[in-house]
């Protein structure tokens, strides 16, 4: 059973850091490609970073430069770094995993960006 736990979410005022953490049960996570996403009030979810087996990532264009995903293999943990935070950030944050189209989702951690 595979489980995604997220964690480092909270309140920060514009122009502040946090850094999500989720953490993965389960063997597979080596070769899994690992995302975050987000979903604000009345929007849709939308992707905002991925990082695959081999490293390889992607931003959506809003967060380009601002946000660094990143993954610990050998923990089982992958990151988002968010600096520069912006109100628009504001969100419920959620960690997912694909493994040869098998997919796996978190709970997720709330960011809030305010002043």
């Known amino acids: 059973q595979v489980q995604l736990v997220e964690s480092g979410g909270g309140l920060v005022q514009p122009g502040g850091s946090l850094r999500l953490s989720c953490a993965a049960s389960?063997?597979?996570?080596?070769?899994?490609?690992m995302g975050w996403y987000r979903q604000a009030p009345g929007k849709q979810r939308e992707l905002v970073a991925s990082?695959?087996?081999?490293?390889?990532?992607i931003y959506v264009d809003s967060v380009k430069g601002r946000f660094t995903i990143s993954r610990d293999n050998a923990k089982n943990t992958v990151y988002l770094q968010m600096n520069s935070l912006k109100p628009e950030d504001t969100a419920v944050y959620y960690c997912?995993?694909?493994?040869?189209?098998?997919?796996?989702w978190g709970q997720g951690t709330q960011v809030t960006v305010s002043s």
């Open positions: 997912n995993k694909k493994f040869f189209g098998i997919e796996h």
């Open positions: 389960g063997s597979s996570f080596s070769l899994s490609s």
């Open positions: 990082i695959t087996s081999s490293g390889n990532t």
